[in-house]
């Protein structure tokens, strides 16, 4: 999946994101806590993300007490601004995108 980052207001802290699905079709988040530094890796299928302070995807394992993005979890299509302008303020989220329509096998 992609994302990119449109903007930051350093005021506020709110960023805003263009997430891109790849090899699916519905993209869930979970809010995650932050800790620890985080390597960069290449996104490839099936990969879990999150984006400390906005726009630079890194990809880490889930820390104790943070939950894994499943398909319970919100939908960036129904968050505020969507996939073309998905806003937070949190500093770190965990992406993983879903193929619902059974596409990619």
């Known amino acids: 999946m992609g ?8 005021n506020t802290g709110e960023v805003i994101q263009k997430i891109s699905p790849t090899n699916g079709n519905d993209v869930k988040y979970e ?4 800790r620890g530094l985080c390597g960069w890796k290449r996104s490839r299928p ?26 319970a979890s919100s939908s960036v299509g129904n968050a505020l601004g969507g996939y073309k302008a998905f806003k937070t ?4 989220l965990r992406f993983k995108c879903f193929d619902t ?5």
């Open 46 to 71: 099936g990969s879990l993300f999150h984006t400390r302070g906005g726009g630079f995807p890194h990809e880490r394992p889930v820390q104790e007490g943070e939950r894994e993005p499943s398909s």
């Open 89 to 92: 303020k949190d500093l770190c």
């Open 31 to 34: 809010i995650a806590d932050g």
């Open 3 to 10: 994302i990119k980052e449109i903007s930051r207001d350093e």
């Open 101 to 105: 329509e059974d596409k990619n096998n």
